[in-house]
C-alpha cells in the first residue's frame, strides 16, 4: 500500500474498491464507501490537532486500514483471508441482506477483530497506557459518524427517516453502547495480545477472529423479530447496489 490512510474523499484504495463493487454490483462497496467518512474524520482531527500522539495515530490507522484492503481485495481475488471478512464478503453474494446489515457485518470484522490487532501491532506495549486517550477519541469520532450513515441510510429506505425521528434518542443509546462495548473490547484484546508472541499470539488472534464470526453468522441470519425487521427493511429499499453505494458515499 502506498500513501497516507488518513484519507481525503479520493483515497485511490478505497475509490479503487468502491470502483470494483459498483462494477460488481455489490454490496462490498457500501462499507469502502462508509471508511470514507471516517478517513475524512481522522483528517480533520489531525488537522486542528486534536490527538496527543498525532504519529502513532496515523501509524495506527495505517495498519488498521491496509488489514481491511488485504481482506476486500483477498475476497476480490480469491485468495484465504480471516474468518471473519470472510464471513463479511460472503454476505455480500446473498440479496437477502439489508443495507445496515452489510454495514454491521464489516464493522464487526474491522472492530472486533481488525482493530485488536492493529492495536497490538502498531504501538510498542510500554507505549499503550499513554495512548489510550487518542484511542478513545479516535473510537468516539466513529461513533459520531452515526447519525450521517442514518441519513445517508433514509435515502435507500425512505421510511428509515421516520422511524429515526421517532427513535432517535433510543437508537443513540443503543449505538453508543454498542460502540463503547465493541472499542473496550478491541482494547481489552489489544492488551492481551501485547503480551503474547509467536504461536500464542497467533491463537490469540484466532480467537478473536472466531468471536468476531459468531456474531457475523446472528448478524447476517437473525432470529425473531430481528429476522422480520430485517427483512421489511430489505424490502423498503430503493435503488441499485451502485447507486446506494453513491448515497453512502454521498456522491
Known amino acids: 500500500m502506498t500513501g497516507s490512510t488518513v484519507p481525503g474523499r479520493e483515497l485511490p484504495e478505497l475509490a479503487e474498491l468502491i470502483d470494483w463493487s459498483r462494477a460488481h454490483g455489490s454490496p462490498a462497496g457500501y462499507f469502502a464507501s462508509l471508511y470514507t467518512h471516517v478517513g475524512r474524520a481522522l483528517e480533520q482531527a489531525l488537522a486542528r490537532g ?23 481485495r483477498a475476497h476480490r481475488d480469491g485468495r484465504p483471508l480471516t474468518a471473519a471478512w470472510d464471513a463479511a464478503f460472503e454476505a455480500t453474494r446473498s440479496r437477502r441482506l439489508c443495507v445496515l446489515q452489510h454495514l454491521m457485518l464489516g ?26 486517550a487518542d484511542f478513545d477519541l479516535m473510537n468516539s469520532l466513529l461513533s459520531g459518524l452515526v ?23 433510543e437508537n443513540d443509546v443503543i449505538v453508543d453502547f454498542s460502540m463503547r462495548l465493541a472499542r473496550q473490547q478491541a482494547w481489552d484484546g489489544a492488551l492481551r495480545l501485547a503480551t503474547l508472541t509467536g504461536p500464542e ?10 468471536e468476531a464470526t459468531e ?3 446472528i448478524i447476517a441470519r437473525p432470529t425473531w423479530p430481528g429476522n422480520v425487521i ?20 454521498g456522491g
Open 50 to 72: 486534536q490527538f496527543a500522539h498525532p504519529q502513532a495515530l496515523t501509524h495506527l490507522n495505517d495498519v488498521f486500514f491496509n488489514r481491511y484492503l488485504t481482506a476486500f
Open 107 to 132: 464493522m464487526n470484522a474491522h472492530i472486533n477483530l481488525d482493530l485488536a490487532v492493529a492495536v497490538a501491532e502498531a504501538i510498542p506495549p510500554d507505549d499503550l497506557s499513554g495512548f489510550r
Open 147 to 169: 447519525d450521517a450513515v442514518a441519513r445517508d441510510l433514509a435515502i435507500a429506505w425512505p421510511l428509515l427517516d421516520w422511524f429515526n425521528n421517532l427513535f432517535h434518542d
Open 201 to 210: 499470539r497467533d491463537r490469540a488472534v484466532a480467537a478473536l477472529d472466531d
Open 215 to 217: 456474531l457475523a453468522a
Open 230 to 249: 430485517a427483512l421489511i427493511v430489505r424490502l423498503g429499499e430503493r435503488g441499485t447496489v451502485a447507486k446506494i453505494t453513491d448515497d453512502l458515499l
